[in-house]
Nanobody
Framework: QVQLVESGGGLVHAGDSLKLSCAASGITFSSGGMGWFRQAPGKEREFVAALSWTYGRTYYANSAKGRFTISRDSAKNTLYLQMNSLKPEDTAAYYC????????????????????WGQGTQVTVSS
């Protein structure tokens, strides 16, 4: 029922910017929110940023603070991740996820709180 489709990834040089999009369908938020995770080869999936859909509150991993901005277009059920000053260590597959559960403000960092995931979009940053 729920479908999340990411787009916007690509190959860029260090210092460049990218804006990722995640279009959501088949989901209604009375609670919960959406987030971005990433996974590099040989590494575990890590939290990047999240947004509480009902209140619009944003949350960031330390690695993303000051460089990345998560936002939404609620009318379009679309989530965005603006990534500036990209570094080679940002190279990963980026996944959009959605949760309709409660206590999102507590569990947003935990991948298990998200019931729906997109297929991912690859971001590669060359040095």
């Amino acid at each position: 029922q729920v479908q999340l489709v990411e787009s916007g990834g690509g190959l860029v040089h260090a210092g460049d910017s990218l804006k990722l999009s995640c279009a959501a369908s088949g989901i209604t938020f009375s609670s919960g929110g959406m987030g971005w995770f990433r996974q590099a080869p040989g590494k575990e999936r890590e939290f990047v940023a999240a947004l509480s859909w009902t209140y619009g509150r944003t949350y960031y991993a330390n690695s993303a603070k000051g460089r990345f901005t998560i936002s939404r277009d609620s009318a379009k059920n679309t989530l965005y991740l603006q990534m500036n000053s990209l570094k080679p260590e940002d190279t990963a597959a980026y996944y959009c996820a959605a949760s309709t559960g409660t206590y999102f403000s507590i569990w947003y960092r935990d991948a298990t709180t998200y019931g729906s995931w997109g297929q991912g979009t690859q971001v590669t940053v060359s040095s």
